[in-house]
């Protein structure tokens, strides 16, 4: 564990850090001695996770938040500062698939359920992140889109609408903020085999998948780790409003 790292005397939200590309940037972080408020609908996915951490003898600690729930997020901002002392950084991983289903046929349940996990949830995490960030005069927000934030795929329209919104919210909120000390990105993976995407697409269709980057093979969470935590790093300092690709060469072509 290297404690003398970027993140040493930094306080990192993740949400959606119980799973997938949320707990491979809290493993991240942690590694590089932030202290990280671990935030999933699932207490015991993120209890599970910030309990490694610290076996690794980093600092960790999890609550349970409903990114579609605005007030809640914002009172539990308010503990998790109150806890740490502040926050420094915040990424915004919370996020659900859904059916391939052409659209005609999409269930408006899972439309409208996605755009408030997906969409809605960051904004709301965003605004309950933001205060404590321009009180102390400076923060960091990444938010965690996909390659579906610029390119279409056929049979998801509530996932792919809601990662392309997301590269516009995070331009906006970098436009609105960045006098006040505050800079926001967004961060495109391609398809990375965790949780979400191995409920969807079925064993055999990874082989061809992994052939249609030019890396040939599919990212994996520990990718898309290392470039959230530069950009949640005061490395990225002149790195706001934008958005960047994690896709091993897939939109290249
Ligand atoms: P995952 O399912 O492994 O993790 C998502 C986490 O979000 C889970 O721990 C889940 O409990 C949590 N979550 C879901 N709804 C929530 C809510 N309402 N409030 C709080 N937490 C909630 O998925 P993942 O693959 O790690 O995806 C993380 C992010 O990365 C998502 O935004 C996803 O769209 C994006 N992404 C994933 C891929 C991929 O191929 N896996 C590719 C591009 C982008």
Avoid at 100 to 107: G, K, M, N
Avoid at 129 to 142: F, Q, R, Y
Wanted: hydrophobic letters at 45%.
């Amino acid at each position: 564990m290297n404690c003398l790292g970027r993140f040493a005397d930094k306080v990192v939200a993740v949400t959606g850090g119980g799973s997938g590309i949320g707990e491979a940037i809290c493993h991240r972080i942690a590694s590089e001695g932030g202290r990280i408020a671990l935030l999933d609908l699932n207490i015991e996915a993120a209890e599970r996770v910030a309990a490694v951490i610290r076996g690794n003898g980093g600092k960790a600690d999890a609550y349970r938040a409903d990114v579609t729930d605005a007030a809640g997020l914002a009172t539990l901002f308010d503990r998790v500062v109150s806890h740490t002392g502040g926050l420094d950084a915040a990424v915004n991983s919370a996020g659900i698939g859904g059916p391939f289903v052409p659209s005609l046929e999409y269930p408006l349940d899972w439309w409208q359920r996605t755009l408030d996990i997906n969409l809605s949830g960051v904004f709301y995490s965003i605004r309950a992140e933001l205060p404590h960030m321009i009180k102390a005069g400076k923060g960091n927000i990444v938010n965690i889109s996909s390659v579906c934030g610029i390119i279409g795929q056929a049979g998801t329209a509530a996932y792919v609408a809601t990662k392309h919104a997301l590269i516009g919210l995070t331009k906006t909120l970098a436009l609105e903020y960045g006098r006040q000390g505050i800079r926001v990105n967004a961060v495109g993976p391609t398809y990375i085999r965790t949780p979400l995407t191995l409920a969807e697409i079925p064993q055999e269709q990874w082989a061809m998948l992994d052939e249609r980057h030019a890396t040939g093979r599919c990212a994996t969470p520990e990718d898309v780790a290392a470039l959230t935590a530069f950009l949640a790093s005061d490395d990225s300092g002149s790195v706001t409003g934008s958005f960047h690709l994690v896709d091993g060469g897939l939109t290249a072509g």
